[in-house]
């Protein structure tokens, strides 16, 4: 009952013992028994303990009331990807002292994470997920749910993509979030699984559809069409006319997030089928929706880079302003890519051998010790043909060799 549940916790935040909270009142079996909600007692019994408490009861069983409906609101908040309301609803959580409610504890926190994940605030966090860890209480059926949901992003988030498809995948039938879905499809997207991407980007589509999610219904359409093409590459007009279905819808409900994100795909596309300007084109639109604050600025910078430079569309005085630039703001954000962008500066300054002592002792350790296996597979494949190419052909054996060990035959047993 939550009447048992108030008293006990704000008996306990009071530093009241059963027996001294009791006193006068009645006995200490009784009120342990309505703490626990196994027994009937009377409206006069809760309103002597209420003042010995100094709170008003009825108040409270509202705000406990209140704090479940706004716990709701905001997860769904969360799910729809509106920051504004996400912002507006923490924060009218954060000032109802029933936040640390244990009934409230574990949801809180872990919508807390989320809520930290989508403002791109990893930090805080991770050191919510730590907390959780230590907190010894058994989870109920949807927190552990809610729980792997969560851990699967945050591994997302620093691209251990197999640990977040794994932990994932644990989650049951019980969870009534199938929003999960979608994060299982760009977990598959992003080791290249696009079968499975696909089914489950179907599986995610169709839940926000019946949940009216026309943000994120945006953001799996995004996903699906990455997935086709990846699988049997639309023919570039095909392309172009579901692309534009999608920006424009974007721009109705006015989302500039989804249209920054839907440039930089589509321009991305552009780029891999060699239509160098045109990539621009769609980089430049990007690139001016933009902060330089903004999580998707460097990586939309460093491809831009990359596009230039290929396609020859800028001169590389400029490219190097524009890798200095990216390499000043990443360092000064801590973010991996400054890796990306310290290459961008040796290649354009024309400091090929350094270029690739850069790749061998900084950027391929690094990647080795987060496990971004794309990453690791493309430097390795790059540094392997300098290496052919320079005639270090001791090098290019070690690491042809460190290659072949790790792999394992289809006709291996074990």
Known sequence: ????????????????????????????????????????YSGEIITLLSKKLKINFQDE??????FKETLEEWKNAI????????????AELDANLLKDFPDFQVHYSLLLARHYLILYENEKCHKVMQKIKKLDISLSPYESNLYKHVQGICYFSIGNYKDSIEVLKKIDSSYSSEEYYYHLAISYHAVHDNTLAYYYAQKALRYF?????????LDTESLIILQLNAK???????TRSY?????????????????????FNLGQELFRRKHFREAKEYFDKGLTLLKEEDFLYLT?????????????LKSKEDLLSDAKKGLHLAQKRNDQSYLFFHLHVLLLNGEEDS??????????????????????????????RYYIKSEQNEKAWALAKNKMLAEMSYYEMD
Not at 79 to 90: P, Q
Not at 209 to 217: G, K, V
Not at 232 to 238: M, Y
Not at 360 to 376: C, T
């Open 355 to 384: 270029y690739y002592d850069y790749v061998e002792n900084k950027v391929l350790p690094y990647f080795i010790q987060s496990g971004n296996e794309d990453l690791i597979q493309h430097f390795e494949v790059k540094l392997f």
């Open 232 to 238: 049997s590459q639309f023919s570039l007009k095909e």
């Open 243 to 263: 692309y534009d279905k999608l920006i424009q819808s974007a721009k109705k409900i006015q989302s500039a997030d989804r249209l920054t994100k839907l440039y």
């Open 61 to 66: 069983v509202r705000s406990f009331n209140r």
């Open 300 to 312: 939309m910078l460093d491809l831009y880079i990359d596009i230039c430079y290929k396609g020859n």
């Open 1 to 40: 009952m939550i009447e048992g549940k108030i008293l006990k916790y704000y008996r306990e935040k009071q530093g009241y013992t059963q027996d001294q909270l009791s006193r006068g009142v009645c006995s200490v079996t009784h009120l342990s028994k309505i703490e626990r909600g196994i027994t009937e």
């Open 209 to 217: 559809q019946e949940t009216l999610n026309f943000t994120r219904i």
């Open 79 to 90: 799910v729809m990807l509106d920051t504004e309301n996400m912002k507006v609803k923490k």
